[in-house]
């Protein structure tokens, strides 16, 4: 979601390559091969891979420098919010997305859990999705503690919207980007936004942009029928 927004901002071309999360399109040698870690999405880009989407968000921009998704100052205040919205990827969003809509859907059977246990190098992620295999499931714990951690995104972010139009202020930046596809999946998977004004508002304002219709809504409509 991150990477076509930020294409379609740019107004870059590009070639769409889907894989098919639940029919494990994405466990497989070729795959693993120019991933490691088996996670969408990948750009290739003059022949070279590029992998995590707020890292190949910040590449587009800055190899791509027009029309800018940068401030015109504050970039270091940007891309904090590109690390923190990556560092709660595995320990928040990720537990609270399967856990409440998920993880029955992503099941893998005996064999294709051997097959990304065999890929898979990266431990942080193997030690998730132990969590859901066989007959295992996401727990009361694993949700509370992925709702504290988002609770303190969004009051951290309540707060940084106060009196602005985006993020940064009053332009449109990477930082809106790389928080969108959170609060779209997020809203759609139940969680609570109703005590954050400031960001209800923000998402109502993105819901008009062309990036956001096309990024998103054209390929997901409505997250809570995934």
């Not at 800018?68 to 997305?97: C, G, T």
């Not at 400031?198 to 990036?211: D, G, K, L, M, T």
């Amino acid at each position: 979601m991150r990477v076509r927004m930020t294409l379609i901002e740019k107004g870059l071309p590009w070639t769409s390559h889907h894989l098919d999360l639940k029919l494990k399109e994405n466990i497989s040698d070729d795959y693993f091969s120019i991933n490691p870690n088996g996670l969408v999405p990948t750009l290739v880009d003059n022949g070279v891979v590029h992998i995590e989407s707020n890292d190949i968000i910040d590449y587009l921009d800055e190899t791509y420098p027009e029309p800018s998704l940068r401030p015109a100052d504050n970039e270091d205040e940007m891309l904090e919010w590109l690390r923190l919205a990556a560092s709660i990827h595995v320990p928040a969003v990720k537990p609270y997305v399967y856990a409440t809509k998920m993880q029955k859907k992503l099941k893998k059977t005996g064999e294709e859990q051997k097959k990304y246990d065999d890929l898979q190098k990266n431990e942080e992620l193997k030690k998730f999705h132990s969590k859901h295999a066989g007959s295992a499931a996401f727990d009361e714990n694993d949700i509370s503690g992925a709702v504290n951690i988002l609770d303190d995104c969004f009051s951290r972010l309540e707060r940084a919207l106060e009196g602005r139009e985006w993020i940064m202020g009053d332009r449109f930046t990477l930082a809106d980007i790389s928080w969108i596809p959170l609060h779209f999946v997020l809203d759609g998977c139940g969680y609570c936004f109703e005590n954050y004004p400031n960001v209800s508002r923000w998402a109502r304002s993105f819901h008009s942009r062309e990036s956001y219709r096309d990024g998103i809504l054209k390929w997901c409509p409505d997250f809570s029928n995934v």
